[in-house]
């Protein structure tokens, strides 16, 4: 079991296959060339080898990031692996749907549980502005195949403001149509994001919501980084609820539960904290006994919280880009 120096048990690893993407999104890689290749990632079947390690160390939640992780042609080979390996472990992906249409089948026969699918606008222009690309029909071609496929769905919006903010209850009500789950995302400043943009605060969120519901607390997730809310409408409404993530927020780390590896070899025991313990060497050498050393040095390492401040110092931006982490 992995125990970190705040006694909080460590039992999530988000695994970055790619920094590469397809998209150029506004809050992530908006400037990087569309030629950008990431050439330092770690072969999968390497990587495979220190996952079986985190998992024999107490490892039950495993989500497959990226960059856009559909872009790794052997990662259904890599995905069936880790359910090979371990049956009881959560499998789950993080992607922006483009290629899901294709990979849908292959994912579920991989032994994936649910899908999360980053989706900021229903609006195609919307889309195409966002995120450079031309993409909403596939997109949502791809949601509706994996949903047909009957695996677990769960939408990100990150309501950024003059952008898409408009369309927050639109989304609610799409994934209420469609027995999707849906968490907001407050706009995590970094230096790689466009800098005008702006993103909600949780509270103007919900009051973008409350213009047509009622909301109510529900709880916040178990280990889990969301707040959540049920939304109301009279008495024959149907609860529905819905999720904010407040990285800002104090409460926000109390029960972190993750930790992060990179594409090429490093453990981010933090989202926004620059410290990482580098397992790259001891990966490609199958040094299983470095691996443990390095996995116990990164959750000892594991801050308290991590920067993020209501009102930050521009100088004080993460300067790690989010598709190399793996969000």
């Given at each position: ?110 032994g ?6 980053s ?41 950024l ?9 639109d ?54 980084p ?98 190399y982490?793996?969000?």
């Amino acid at each position: 079991m992995l125990i970190d120096s705040f006694q909080r048990t460590i039992d999530y690893m988000r695994v970055s296959v790619t920094k590469q993407c397809n998209f150029r999104c506004q809050y992530c890689m908006p400037d990087t060339p569309d030629d950008f290749i990431d050439k330092t990632a770690l072969p999968l079947p390497k990587m495979l080898t220190f996952i079986k390690l985190a998992i024999d160390n107490g490892i039950k939640k495993i989500r497959i990031t990226g960059g856009e992780p559909l872009l790794r042609t052997d990662l259904c080979e890599f995905i069936g692996g880790i359910y090979a390996y371990a049956p009881h472990i959560e499998l789950t992906l993080t992607t922006n749907a483009f290629l899901l249409e294709k990979y849908a089948q292959g994912l579920k026969d991989a032994g994936v549980n649910r899908i999360n699918i980053s989706l900021d606008s229903l609006k195609s222009e919307r889309i195409k502005h966002i995120s450079k690309r031309d993409a909403l029909p596939q997109i949502l071609r791809g949601i509706h195949k994996a949903n047909e496929l009957k695996l677990g769905i769960k939408l990100n919006m990150v309501p950024l403001k003059s952008v898409n903010e408009d369309e927050i209850v639109d989304m609610l009500e799409f994934a209420k149509t469609h027995h999707f789950g849906v968490r907001f995302i407050e706009f995590m400043e970094n230096i790689h994001a466009k800098d005008t943009l702006k993103g909600l605060r949780a509270n103007e969120i919900l009051a973008h919501i409350n213009t047509k519901y009622t909301t109510t607390l529900l709880k916040k997730e178990c280990f889990g980084p969301a707040k959540l809310y049920t939304i109301g409408n009279g008495s024959n409404d149907k609860a529905f609820a819905f999720g904010i993530i407040s990285p800002h927020e104090d409460d926000f780390c109390q029960s972190c539960n993750r930790i992060r590896l990179t594409s090429d070899g490093v453990i981010c025991p933090c989202l926004y904290y620059q410290e990482s313990v580098n397992l790259r060497e001891a990966i490609l050498q199958e040094d299983t006994k470095a691996l443990q050393s390095l996995l116990e040095k990164a959750i000892k390492n594991k801050p308290e919280k991590n920067q993020w401040e209501q009102n930050m110092n521009p100088s004080l931006l993460s300067t790690r880009a989010f598709y190399y982490t793996g969000g």
